[in-house]
C-alpha cells in the first residue's frame, strides 16, 4: 500500500518533517537549476490512511486535440497482439507507473475549474490508474521565470489559478487557503504522491523524474493534455490524454505518433521549434518568413534528423530553396533560443523516491471524491450568496 506525500521543494526556506529529506544535490546556479542542501531545506511530508471503494465524474478541456487510441489495457490484461512475443513478455512484466500532471486538469478551456479537475480525477482513477502508483505534479511559484527570461511572451496570457476555497470553508473540511492546497489534500487522501519544486515548472520535473523511473526498468504513462510532452514518447513512454468530446481518457503511444505525424518523435521538438506553439505564446519562423511552412519544415526535419544539424548545415551549405536557405542562416538564434524555450529540462535536482512507487490503495477514492465535489458546491454557493449580498 503506498503511502501518500507531499513533496515541496523552496529554497531558502526550512520546513520541519516527520521524515528524512529528500536526497538532493546541489549544482551551478548558471544553469538556473535550484541549489539545495539537506540542512537547510527539509522536506515536508505526511503519510495518510484509506478505506472504502472507486469513483466517477463529468467534462474538460484539451490543449492539443490529437488521435488517441483505447483506454489503457488494465493493471493483469495480458499481452498486446504487436510486436514479438518476447518484447511483450517484458513489456507485460514491467510496472506501470503514472505521473499526473495536476495544472491543465485544473481549467475548463482557459477558465480555472476545480470542477473540471474533480471530474477528470475522478475517471483517471477509475478507468485508467486503478492501483498502479500515481506521482501527481504541481507547477511551482516562478516556474516560468527561467523561459519568460528568454521569451517575455512564454504563457504570457495564462490566468494565474487563484483562491476558490475561502477562509471560512477551511471549517468543513478544506485544509487549506488556496485551490492547489486543497487539491494536493484530496489527492493526497487518495494515496497519491504530490510533489512540487519552486521555481520549476512540472513539466521539468515530470521529465527528470521519468529518465529514472525507465532506468528503473518501469514503464511511463504520463497523464495530461499537455503536447509537450510528445517529445518523451518512446516503446516505455505513453501519454495519456482526457479527450472532451468523448468524456473519457485515451493514451497516445509512439504508434499513435507516427502515425500522425509521420516521423519519429525526436523530431517532434524540432519541428516545434521552426513551426512555434501559439498556446505557448511561442512565435514560429513564419511569423518572420511567411512561406516558411510545416510541409518545408517536416521535409528538412526528416532530412538532417534534428534542428541542431539542419541549422549546422545551412551555415556551411544549401540545404533546400534559396527562401528557407536563407531564413535559416538568418534566424539561426531565433530558432535556437525557441529550442531552449520549448525542450523539457531533464537534469533537475529531484531524486525518486522507492516509496513513490508502491501500489496504490483505491478503495477510498469515491468518499474522498465525493467529499471534494461536495466542498465545491458549499463554496460556490457561499460565494454567490456574498456577490448578491455585496451587490
Request: proline share 5%.
Amino acid at each position: 500500500m503506498a503511502a501518500s506525500a507531499y513533496v515541496h521543494l523552496k529554497p531558502r526556506l526550512s520546513l520541519t518533517s516527520p521524515h528524512p529529506p529528500l536526497s538532493l544535490s546541489s549544482t551551478e546556479p548558471n544553469r538556473t537549476r535550484t541549489r539545495i542542501s539537506t540542512k537547510a531545506h527539509k522536506l515536508r511530508a505526511s503519510n495518510t490512511p484509506s478505506s472504502s471503494s472507486s469513483s466517477s465524474s463529468s467534462l474538460s478541456r484539451s490543449k492539443d486535440r490529437t488521435v488517441g487510441g483505447p483506454l489503457l489495457p488494465k493493471k493483469g490484461d495480458s499481452i498486446s497482439r504487436t510486436g514479438s512475443s518476447e518484447e511483450n513478455i517484458c513489456k507485460a512484466k514491467k510496472r506501470r507507473v503514472f505521473f499526473l500532471d495536476v495544472n491543465p486538469l485544473c481549467y475548463n478551456g482557459s477558465t480555472p475549474s476545480l470542477h473540471s479537475f474533480a471530474h477528470w480525477i475522478g475517471l483517471f482513477f477509475s478507468q485508467v490508474s486503478g492501483s498502479d502508483p500515481v506521482i501527481a505534479v504541481i507547477d511551482g511559484e516562478g516556474g516560468n521565470e527561467y523561459r519568460r527570461q528568454l521569451l517575455p511572451s512564454y504563457k504570457a496570457h495564462r490566468r494565474k489559478f487563484t483562491r476558490q476555497f475561502s477562509a471560512p470553508h477551511r471549517n468543513i473540511g478544506s485544509p487549506a487557503g488556496r485551490s492547489h492546497e486543497g487539491v494536493s489534500h484530496f489527492l493526497r487522501k487518495c494515496n497519491v504522491t504530490v510533489l512540487k519544486m519552486e521555481g520549476h515548472e512540472a513539466d521539468d520535473v515530470v521529465a527528470t523524474l521519468v529518465g529514472q523511473v525507465l532506468q528503473m526498468g518501469h514503464r511511463v504513462v504520463i497523464a495530461s493534455p499537455d503536447k509537450d510532452f510528445k517529445q518523451l514518447i518512446s516503446e516505455n513512454v505513453q501519454i495519456v490524454m482526457p479527450m472532451p468530446e468523448f468524456d473519457r481518457w485515451s493514451f497516445y503511444t509512439l504508434k499513435h505518433y507516427i502515425a500522425q505525424y509521420s516521423c519519429d518523435p525526436g523530431s517532434d521538438l524540432s519541428l516545434r521549434c521552426i513551426m512555434g506553439d501559439e498556446v505557448d505564446g511561442v512565435p514560429g519562423i513564419q511569423h518572420v518568413v511567411p512561406g516558411f511552412g510545416r510541409k518545408t519544415a517536416l521535409k528538412l526535419i526528416k532530412k538532417y534528423g534534428s534542428l541542431d544539424n539542419l541549422l549546422d548545415a545551412a551555415a556551411v551549405r544549401t540545404v533546400g530553396r534559396q527562401y528557407a536557405q536563407d531564413a535559416l542562416r538568418k534566424y539561426a538564434d531565433y530558432l535556437r533560443r525557441n529550442y531552449e524555450v520549448l525542450s523539457l529540462r531533464r537534469d533537475l535536482d529531484v531524486l525518486l523516491q522507492e516509496e513513490w512507487l508502491s501500489e496504490r490503495d483505491p478503495r477510498n477514492d469515491s468518499v474522498v471524491l465525493s467529499n471534494f465535489v461536495k466542498l465545491l458546491g458549499e463554496t460556490c454557493n457561499l460565494s454567490k450568496r456574498r456577490y448578491h449580498s455585496n451587490g
